[in-house]
């Protein structure tokens, strides 16, 4: 049985993609969103929101997506958290390193704002099915 | 759907306006990346100069492509990878990349015109 899916966090240093991803998580999906503009802020508030996923860009001054997602993994409780990677480079071997990695997903930029939230879900279903 | 589709297409059109608005001073940004390269004075000026320009790229091919700008989207996200070229060789951008460079901003002032 696939366990509900509310909480999202969000990783994304882009103010004008924060905006939209919000307005699209919240409005289009009805999830409980809580953005964050870096890696860093991402592993200090990761606690106390308790996401059931995290959505983490990939390029991101300072801590990037992939250094981002091994500290999380490194928290206790959120070892096996998934995370989807958003990124605008999804060549074929950038999906497999992400996949390599442990990415729950990977959701191509730029995003449609009116099936975020379906990609999304669909990717909580699936990982949830492996 | 929690939200009317109406209601969420029109604050969509909002954001994109606003993002409209904010282009010409982001590609006025990205011209004035490219100039300091060519100003900088030493390898070491014009490299991070070149990295100021990804950083700016990158912010447009990132976020110009859900605002209904893709030309302008990949002409940026080109003009990141050949920026990101010229920083891994740790050189001074020979004249093909800073001709490539000068192209590169110029499409994207041309496709954010558009």
Request: hydrophobic share 45%; aromatic share 4%; net charge negative.
């Amino acid at each position: 049985m696939v366990p509900g899916l509310t909480k999202i966090l969000c990783v994304e240093d882009e103010q004008d993609i924060q905006i939209v991803a919000k307005l699209a998580l919240e409005s289009v999906g009805n999830f409980t969103v809580h953005m964050c503009s870096s890696g860093n802020d991402a592993l200090a508030e990761l606690p106390g929101f308790g996401p059931d996923i995290i959505l983490l860009d990939v390029m991101m001054p300072g801590m990037d997506g992939p250094d981002t997602f091994k500290a999380i993994r490194k928290l206790e409780g959120y070892e096996n958290i998934p995370i989807i990677f958003m990124t605008a480079k999804v060549m074929a071997n950038d999906r497999e390193n992400y996949r390599a990695l442990g990415a729950a997903g990977i959701i191509a930029k730029p995003f449609d704002p009116m099936t975020l939230s379906d990609q999304i879900r669909e990717i909580w279903v699936e990982y949830h099915g492996r | 759907m929690a939200a009317d589709t109406r209601q969420i297409a029109e604050k969509l059109h909002a954001l994109k306006a606003a993002y409209d608005q904010q282009l010409g001073p982001r590609i006025g940004a990205l011209e004035s990346a490219l100039a300091e390269i060519a100003a900088a004075g030493d390898a070491a000026g014009q490299i991070a100069a070149v990295g100021n320009l990804l950083e700016l790229a990158h912010k447009i091919a990132d976020s110009a492509g859900t605002f209904g700008h893709p030309k302008l989207s990949a002409a940026a996200s080109d003009l990141e990878g050949l920026c990101e070229r010229i920083g891994k060789q740790g050189q001074m951008p020979s004249s093909e990349n800073s001709k490539e460079l000068t192209e590169l901003v110029a499409a994207c002032r041309a496709f954010a015109e558009a």
